[in-house]
């Protein structure tokens, strides 16, 4: 089974860096959630022998909705390496993905390690900052289908991430974070608008979860991990045509705006 799981790292790893769409891998195997996990692990295990250095985190699931929708009752997460971080204010090139969307999130910045079952008061002791962050999900899957397992192995969706303006929580009192307006806008016009109170009820939430899970796998958030708290609203799909650009920008009350422009070097046939 261990040659198995490395040879479907292996696959979606390679979709991954060539932007090009697979087959769900449970329409072949039979995977556990375990089992799932590990796929992950060794495909970013193959990012870390390219020298890519994982980041942090990234919590998915953490709208009930989406829960109810993929028929699961517990969150998921992902890992973020350095090759995936987007400049805030730069230029993407989406031809290194394959059908990319675009989530609203919030961004924590830990200080301390962080792991096992934790209240909110501890998870967020262990902060530095939070920011506001717009994160590139992209399945490798054709038609972006997939199940728990897939999405899992596939490392979540996640393919890149954008941080903004780091803000203190302890700067000029703890900064409120649970029910901030978030509008991400293409081109000047919103096409999302939420709360960040739809990320579990409170983005704080997610932080105790994301302790609780690296626990579960035998691991721990350590101090300096970026943790992605998940999404405040729906993704918005990201297609452009060869040469034209599309600005992203994510604005939010109390922490201000992070953005990227999209542009296409060239089309992808996929």
Known sequence: MTELLGQLAKRVDSAAQNATAIAQLSNEVSLS?????????????????????????????????????????????????????IDDGSKLDLGRFIHPRVEPEIAFLLNKPLSGKVSIAE????????????????????????????????????????????????QGGTLDISNLGM????????????SSAAILGNPWRSLVEASRLAAAAGSFLPAGCIVLAGAATAAEALVIKARDTCHVRLLTQALGAVEFSAHLLQENPV
């Open 33 to 85: 959630i375990a089992d799932a996990y590990q796929v992950q692990n060794l495909s970013i295990l193959q990012r870390i022998r390219r020298d890519e250095r994982v980041m942090g985190v990234k919590m998915g699931f953490t709208s009930r909705a989406k829960m109810q929708q993929m028929g699961v009752d517990d969150l998921i997460f992902g890992q973020l390496t350095d090759a995936m971080l």
């Open 123 to 170: 998870a967020m002791a262990s902060v530095a900052a939070v920011a506001p962050a717009l994160e590139v999900i992209d399945s490798r899957y054709d038609n972006f289908k997939f199940s728990l397992v897939d999405v899992i192995a596939d490392n979540c969706s996640s393919a890149g991430f954008c941080v903004g303006t780091w803000h203190s929580v302890n």
């Open 183 to 194: 509008v991400m806008e293409f081109d000047g016009r919103a096409v999302q608008i939420g």
